[in-house]
């Protein structure tokens, strides 16, 4: 086995290693160790606007990026630690088990009382600290986890938007009650102590490990997956072909507003806006100067706050019609 500790703190130079070592011709497993700036991560298949609270994250500067994997929409920052193996398929598929062991037996090593639950996650006490993901590309499988150790609840719980389905299945009311960091049973370690131990772990499990260290090439290689993909715009909030949405609420001293549009490939195609709130507006009007914009704050916010600088709404801004879209 192949091993390194990630020095970027980008997810997206991340995902683009995991995808070249899966490019490559070579037989030999490799295992990185990771963390990140406040990001969140999309799964292949999610829709970044019924994800994420937009809003929160253009204002708390969260990254947005998006996996080549499957599951679900997680949020990692620097108190939260991601594992990667990239190693030849053995029949395509997926298989968690495989990975997952060695991670549960480097945890264990460390007196960390872990338990497999459902289908991909790592509980201690009933909760869970660890979500995994996985696909196959070019006959190598990509699998990748994430370990809360010391990570921000409160700001996970703001940033995402939890389908309160899945929070029912698992009998549960939020994300803090769903969730666990691994301080809780490790309070005497670092993080940094904490990636050392595992990664020493993972290595003694693994039998001979090598460092690996990508030449000047292949960094360039990397980067160029980097900006093409992960890093793309496009990639990020492009992949759902439409989404309708609707947003309400009320204003104290303003009034009730509702929102129903519709995004078409991360683009603003049909906005109505109704409610008992007081302006000379022309709601048509609005809706055209907004409509073919794509759909992120940056870009809606410079258009709707000139149009309500001329035909403003009583005591209810440009940013708070801006935050409500995005919520």
Not at 24 to 35: H, K
Not at 174 to 202: I, K, M, W, Y
Request: hydrophobic share 40%; charged share 20%; glycine share 8%.
């Amino acid at each position: 086995m192949k091993a390194r500790m990630l020095t970027s703190h980008e997810a997206a130079t991340a995902f683009a290693v995991e995808q070249w070592l899966a490019e490559q011709d070579d037989d030999d497993t490799y295992f990185l160790l990771w963390s990140t700036a406040p990001t969140i991560m999309l799964g292949k298949y999610q829709d970044a606007l019924a994800e994420v609270n937009q809003a929160y994250a253009a204002a708390h500067q969260l990254t947005i990026v998006r996996r080549n994997s499957g599951g679900g929409t997680i949020f990692t920052d620097p108190g939260s630690f991601q594992y990667s193996f990239i190693a030849p398929s053995e029949g395509g598929g997926i298989d968690f088990d495989r990975f997952l062991d060695v991670i549960c037996q480097a945890l264990a090593k460390m007196g960390v009382p872990v338990r497999r639950s459902s289908r991909n996650d790592l509980t201690i006490f009933g909760r869970k600290f660890s979500g995994n993901a996985q696909y196959n590309h070019h006959g190598h499988v990509v699998h990748h986890g994430s370990l809360l150790f010391d990570s921000d609840v409160s700001e996970m719980s703001a940033a995402l938007h939890v389908d309160p389905l899945k929070l029912k299945s698992k009998h549960v009311a939020s994300v803090h009650q769903r969730v666990a960091n691994l301080r809780e049973c490790l309070p005497d370690l670092t993080p940094g102590q904490f990636t050392r131990q595992l990664f020493n772990n993972v290595k003694q499990l693994a039998g001979p490990v090598t460092d690996w260290q990508p030449d000047a090439a292949e960094e360039d290689e990397i980067a160029t997956i980097r900006a093409e993909r992960f890093a793309n715009p496009a990639f990020i909030y492009n992949q759902i072909p439409q989404t309708a949405l609707t947003k309400e609420r009320y204003f104290p001293g303003g009034g009730l507003v509702k929102l129903a549009l519709t995004v078409e490939h991360g683009t603003l195609t049909s906005l109505h806006l109704t409610g008992d709130f007081f302006s000379d507006l022309d709601a048509g009007e609005l809706a055209a100067s907004l409509v073919g914009t794509e759909f992120r704050p940056a870009t809606i916010g410079p258009k709707l706050t000139a149009f309500l600088a001329a035909t403003p709404i009583m005591n209810i801004s440009a940013n708070d019609l801006l935050e409500l879209l995005f919520s």
